[in-house]
């Protein structure tokens, strides 16, 4: 068998399952077209391939094994294709932070913005304002936390972004983004004398997290359970879970301003 004819229908097989919603064949079927596609010296495929490979690496957990998939795919980008590594980055970033390496994922991210400023990639801007935002709260810079986590939920209302399908599912990823933007703005608002506003912000978050099967990471943990005390010790028992139910019941994320 031609070895670029049985590696393009691993591909496809690969693909296949995952329209069919079996994850365990899919990720099978990638691994084995990376391999295949490595040999052959087809740095298109292989990026492709390597950017999916990741994907199942940060849903298994093993964030090192996602770092070290990521890190090939754009190195194969850079080097072989001189391509956008944007999105790649944007998601490296995210595992870096899942992996509690706080500076590096910092300094990723950066890039990730600062490329995806210059072409105006949408996705690309969400991804990286959504994981900066979850930084600089870490690191208690509650101003620059703000503006980005506003920036990415204005971009995730107007939803115009470009849907890339190397992913197994696109719609998951945005919508944790988007519940870590909610959570940040939450716990700010929290701190600052707002407590209905955090608990509708955190009502938003419960509705995108339920949506999307995703639970709190745990970079995120102290940042949930702060603002959600805040608030509580401020509105009483009742009063937070109406607001907060308001927030969940609502059809969108709403202005954060």
């Known amino acids: 068998d031609d070895p670029f004819a049985a590696a ?7 693909k296949l399952a995952i329209l069919n919603g079996d994850l365990d064949e899919a990720e099978r079927h990638y691994r084995a077209a990376t391999e295949g596609f490595a040999r052959l010296d087809r740095p298109v495929m292989n990026s492709i391939c390597l950017g999916m490979v990741a994907d199942f690496d940060e849903r298994a957990g093993d964030y090192p094994a996602a770092i070290k998939t990521l890190e090939a795919a754009i190195e194969t980008n850079e080097t072989l294709l001189g391509g956008f590594t ?3 980055q944007a ?22 913005l600062d490329s995806a400023r210059r072409v105006r990639h949408t996705m690309v801007l969400f991804q990286a304002q959504g994981g900066l935002a ?18 990415a939920l204005e971009l995730y209302r107007a939803d115009g972004f470009r849907r890339f399908r190397n992913r197994i599912d696109p719609a998951t990823d945005l919508q944790a983004t988007a519940a870590v933007c909610c959570e940040v703005l939450a ?21 995108l997290r339920g949506g999307s099967g995703v639970e709190v990471p745990g970079f995120q ?19 937070f879970l109406a607001a907060f139910d308001r927030g969940k019941q609502g059809d969108e994320v709403a202005p954060v301003s």
């Open 134 to 151: 979850a930084l600089h709260r870490l690191h208690g810079r509650d101003d620059a936390a703000a503006e980005a986590a506003a920036e």
């Open 187 to 207: 716990a700010i608002a929290a701190e600052r004398d707002e407590p209905e506003r955090a608990a509708t912000l955190l009502g938003h978050a419960d509705r």
């Open 8 to 14: 393009a229908r691993t591909y496809s097989m690969a």
């Open 91 to 112: 998601r490296l970033g995210w595992v870096l932070l899942h992996d509690g390496q706080l500076a590096r994922a910092d300094a990723v991210y950066q890039r990730a």
């Open 221 to 239: 943990h102290a940042t949930v359970a702060g603002a959600r005390e805040a608030a509580v010790a401020v509105l009483g028992s009742a009063a």
């Open 86 to 88: 944007g999105s790649l």
